[in-house]
T-cell receptor, first 113, second 115 residues
Framework: GEDVEQSLFLSVREGDSSVINCTYT??????LYWYKQEPGAGLQLLTY???NMDMKQDQRLTVLLNKKDKHLSLRIADTQTGDSAIYFC?????????????WGLGTSLAVNP | DAGVIQSPRHEVTEMGQEVTLRCKPI?????LFWYRQTMMRGLELLIY????????DSGMPEDRFSAKMPNASFSTLKIQPSEPRDSAVYFC?????????????FGSGTRLTVV
């Protein structure tokens, strides 16, 4: 069935690296996403990776994709207090007007000074 | 672009009252999604539209919930009658078919409290 799993909480010290992990179920997913939700706000697309890639780097963010294990991770280098938020992993399923995103429950990242 | 616009931002209503949530998607986006977010159940897809047509409403909790999209720039989610268990944050999101990476743009949400 459709399922995206993430750990619910992560706590790190300011300046350290954060790694948020996610597992998904659909091996045919074409895109996988990381969204960020700050308190009282909607979800914002942080980064994404196409399924034929195994790594994508964007400034402090590194996304790793292991298709064999259906495992996705988000690494935030030099984590800042402004990175405190909920991070959602999502996979894209279906095509055309049946395309939809399947979401994890979100990982709440707390950054301690 | 102003992004996805939802109104109201906050709504407090009494049990049994009708509640209408509104959404204006990004111009040119042809898919629109209504989500409900709670601590217990996370992000739940209620219904989504493609080219103003409802495609999947299997997430709508019960007949008290209804959604419409009369045109490409407006959608409503109505709850009648409302119940305390409907209290949640309701998000609207839109996306554009045929435009990878097919991610969604979310509105800021409507926080609904039913007392």
């Amino acid at each position: 069935g459709e399922d995206v799993e993430q750990s619910l909480f992560l706590s790190v010290r300011e300046g350290d690296s954060s790694v948020i992990n996610c597992t998904y179920t659909d091996s045919s997913s074409t895109y996988l996403y990381w969204y960020k939700q700050e308190p009282g706000a909607g979800l914002q697309l942080l980064t994404y990776i196409f399924s034929n890639m195994d790594m994508k780097q964007d400034q402090r963010l590194t996304v790793l994709l292991n298709k064999k294990d259906k495992h996705l991770s988000l690494r935030i280098a030099d984590t800042q207090t402004g990175d405190s938020a909920i991070y959602f992993c999502a996979e894209s399923m279906g095509a055309g007007n049946n395309r939809k995103l399947i979401w994890g429950l979100g990982t709440s990242l707390a950054v301690n000074p | 672009d102003a992004g996805v616009i939802q109104s109201p931002r906050h709504e407090v209503t009494e049990m049994g009252q009708e509640v209408t949530l509104r959404c204006k998607p990004i111009s040119g986006h042809n898919s629109l999604f209504w989500y409900r977010q709670t601590m217990m159940r996370g992000l739940e897809l209620l219904i989504y539209f493609n080219n103003n047509v409802p495609i999947d409403d299997s997430g709508m909790p019960e007949d008290r919930f209804s959604a419409k999209m009369p045109n490409a720039s407006f959608s409503t989610l109505k709850i009648q009658p409302s119940e305390p268990r409907d209290s949640a944050v309701y998000f609207c999101a839109s996306s554009q078919d045929g435009r990878p990476p097919y991610g969604y743009t979310f509105g800021s949400g409507t926080r609904l409290t039913v007392v």
